[in-house]
């Protein structure tokens, strides 16, 4: 496992980012670097502002303090089109697909994502599309059913397939693996693999542990939208005030059973 | 999956030959009955791409239709352009038109663009009626000349007839382009899902506002050529109601395809002159009606007809690998 900080410059920077709804905090001064071809995982309990913190990297939500920051530019006041067009792409704890729309047309909106960032290679999809649907395991589907013909975990799996058709800058998954089966999940690890492999900066979060401490090579624990801990997996592990924000102290992380 | 598109292309071309031979066996005024249809669909279209493709419901699709009739009408009449260049002015016209009002108007979220085309109609319509100078107030636009081209004059319907029928058959063909373009893609991602759209670059007032002003082409072209058929424009032909009746057609025909639109406008618009002794049951008819239609088949006539041809041919499926 490698250690990325000090190697190259951060792709995604967070510096104190704040956002508070009425008297919650739901980020609290978060602050962490994602650097090229490294999974950063973020985990912490429910509730404890890890999908908003998605959301204001995205823009679907704007911070109220701190700054974003992709590359050397600042972002944190752009729009969520934007961000995406700049290289930000997520995908969603429910999967959000075009439902009456066949699969083929979902795919084809992260090609036009990639045409729309005026990238060389974007019209030439249709080898990635093989590779990837292949790696997603959905090489089997006939890509002019509907959506709604394919299983929870498969639309799961097309939704990164989309987003990587997009070629990522920082590829950002909301529990990719909850709710899937165990095959399922090896599709994950092995589009996880992929992306890190073209360099790109996935920000994973994730409550199944045992995916979490397999292929994060940092993490940071958040708990009430503040960071309790940054570092690696097995730091992460013995850190007490880790185990007491998701156990209520005492054991172990419920991540290594 | 080929063998499917073929086969509805040969259907549709089929259904066209045979439509085109229409006028052989009709008297003028069933011509003009079928003119004013084809004009209809247009403006079904336009709710097509606004609606069917984009997720967005306008009530003023009528009040575009009268910009695009009143626009031409006025080209031809007080400026003295020849027919051909008022009916691309009133188009263009009317789809920047649109497109302008759509940057105001898509600022709002769901469903109170819905609301302000009302308002937009409301104003429309009072324009038509009260701008004299323009629109020659409650006494209407009288004497606009029939359509002419390269010095031919459209006189006859059977003329008009064959000139709006490829109009129609054009436009069908660019909405058909345009559905499988990126554009198309981006209408759709915002109708199904707005939040994933954005996050896949997909600016939601430019797009919105792209689709009505698509609409407003296909409403502004279909204004113009209503001026030339009929030589006479009044405030109450562009109505609230008109409005309410295209979107009656598009969910009696379906929202999933421009064919939808043919069908809903076809079967309205004909009834209207076939069950003519039942006029004052009309509404009461299209009311029940539909009702029953949105709760048996959502998707309208189309989308039954797909349900019943995906259950006659139940295709064997490679199905999703048993994970």
Redesign the interface.
């Known amino acids: 496992m490698k250690h990325y900080i000090n190697e190259k410059e951060p792709v995604l920077t967070l510096h104190n980012v704040v956002k508070r709804f009425g008297g919650v905090t739901a980020a609290d001064h978060v602050s962490f670097e994602l650097y090229g071809g490294e999974v950063f995982g973020l985990i912490g309990p429910n509730g404890s502002g890890k999908t908003t913190l998605i959301n204001l990297i995205?823009g679907?939500y704007s911070a109220d303090e701190g700054n974003i920051m992709l590359g050397g530019k600042k972002v944190t006041k752009l729009?969520?089109?934007t961000r995406?067009?700049l290289g930000i792409?997520?995908s969603?704890q429910h999967p959000?697909?075009?439902?009456?729309?066949d699969i083929e047309?979902n795919i084809?909106?992260?090609v036009?994502?990639a045409?729309?960032?005026r990238l060389p290679q974007a019209r030439d999809y249709q080898e990635r599309m093989n590779i990837l649907l292949e790696t997603a395991?959905?090489s089997?589907?006939?890509l002019?059913?509907s959506t709604e013909?394919?299983?929870y975990?498969?639309q799961k799996m097309l939704e990164i397939v989309?987003a990587m058709l997009?070629y990522p800058k920082v590829l950002l998954l909301d529990e990719p693996a909850a709710g899937l089966?165990r095959?399922?999940m090896n599709y994950i690890r092995a589009l996880i693999s992929m992306a890190t492999n073209e360099g790109i900066a996935v920000l994973l979060i994730e409550h199944a542990m045992d995916l979490v401490m397999e292929v994060c090579n940092r993490i940071t624990v958040l708990n009430f939208g503040k960071q309790i801990t940054t570092g690696l997996p097995s730091e992460v592990q013995e850190n007490t005030a880790v185990i007491e924000a998701y156990l209520g102290g005492g054991g172990q992380l419920a991540a290594n059973q | 999956m080929k063998n499917k598109k073929k086969s509805s292309i040969i259907v549709l071309l089929t259904a066209l030959a045979v439509f085109a031979l229409a006028p052989l066996g009709m008297g003028n005024y069933m011509l003009r009955v079928l003119n004013v249809a084809l004009i209809t669909y247009l403006c079904v279209l336009s709710v097509y791409v606004l609606l069917g493709m984009c997720g967005q419901n306008s009530f003023a699709q009528a009040g575009l239709w009268g910009v695009g009739a009143y626009m031409a009408a006025n080209l031809v009449l007080r400026a003295g352009f020849p027919p051909v260049i008022a009916l691309l002015a009133a188009t263009a016209g009317t789809a920047l038109f649109a497109f302008v009002l759509g940057f105001a108007f898509f600022r709002l979220r769901q469903y109170y663009f819905t609301f302000a085309s009302v308002g937009l109609m409301t104003i429309l319509n009072g324009l038509f009626m009260n701008w004299e100078p323009v629109t020659g107030g409650a006494l209407g636009m009288q004497n606009i000349p029939k359509f002419s081209v390269f010095g031919i004059m459209l006189e006859s319907e059977k003329a008009n007839f064959y000139f709006i029928l490829i109009i129609c058959v054009l436009t069908f063909v660019v909405m058909r382009i345009l559905f499988y373009s990126s554009i198309g893609r981006s209408f759709m991602a915002i109708r199904d899902n707005e939040i994933a759209a954005n996050c896949m670059g997909v600016n939601s007032l430019l797009t919105k506002s792209i689709a009505f002003g698509i609409s407003g082409a296909l409403c502004g072209i279909a204004g113009a050529l209503y001026a030339f058929l009929s030589g006479y424009l009044s405030y109450q032909t562009f109505t609230y109601q008109q409005s309410t009746m295209y979107l009656i057609m598009i969910m009696l025909g379906g929202t999933i395809s421009p064919v939808g639109a043919i069908i809903g406008t076809m079967i309205i618009s004909l009834l209207q002159e076939f069950v003519r002794p039942l006029a004052n049951y009309m509404q009461l008819i299209y009311g029940a009606g539909i009702m029953i239609l949105m709760v048996v088949q959502p998707e309208g006539i189309l989308g039954g007809g797909k349900a019943l041809y995906e259950t006659l041919h139940k295709r064997k499926r490679t199905g999703p690998d048993a994970a």
């Not at chain 1, 959000?96 to 729309?101: E, P, T, V």
């Open positions: 995205t679907i729009s969520t089109h995406s067009k792409i997520r969603f959000r697909l075009l439902g009456r729309c047309t084809l909106v992260g036009d994502l045409v729309r960032r395991g959905l089997g589907v006939n002019k059913d013909r394919l299983s975990g498969q989309r997009s089966n095959s399922e």
